[in-house]
């Protein structure tokens, strides 16, 4: 008998109507830097994480607001029109997700960053950190070692 068998495969209606939802709620961090790098408009990248975390390094561009904050401070920081993509620490982490939930239940369009920092780091990326931008080797584990991105 099959384990992955042992529950039926979706309909393909169903399965479309599924991927296209999670894409709809979800962005890669691949995604991510390509649109900061290519300075989308309406775009704002918000690290949900502590001061302490912020401090240690973040997303460039991006800005910080902790989630218990989110209800209090958005509004006067991030413009109401904005497209936000929250972003924690990585996917072991749900405050991506409660970042988003509290955006979106102020009336903010909002999408998670899957992977979250731990993601971005390991793929590359830059960060800001105390001594300035930097980033490490990617890891041939999550990302492509001899190209820009896996073209997916």
């Known amino acids: ?5 042992s529950t ?8 479309a109507q599924h991927f296209a939802a999670r894409l709809t709620f979800e962005a890669d961090v691949s995604d991510v830097h390509a649109d900061l790098t290519a300075g989308v408009p309406g775009l704002v990248v918000v690290d949900s994480r502590s001061e302490q975390a912020w401090n240690a390094g973040h997303l460039p561009g991006a ?5 218990a904050r989110i209800p209090e401070l958005a509004t006067a920081r991030i413009p109401a029109d904005a497209v936000v993509v929250t972003y924690c620490w990585g996917p072991g982490c749900n405050g991506a997700t409660r970042a988003a939930l509290a955006f979106a239940r102020l009336g903010y369009r909002v999408k998670e960053m899957i992977g979250g920092y731990e993601y971005w780091m390991r793929e590359g990326l830059p960060v800001v950190t105390p001594a300035g931008r930097t980033s490490r080797p990617a890891d041939p584990l999550t990302a492509p070692v001899l190209s820009v991105s896996c073209d997916c």
């Open 1 to 5: 008998m099959s384990a992955v068998l």
């Open 8 to 15: 039926a495969p979706a309909q393909p209606a169903a399965a």
């Open 63 to 67: 800005v910080h607001l902790p989630t």
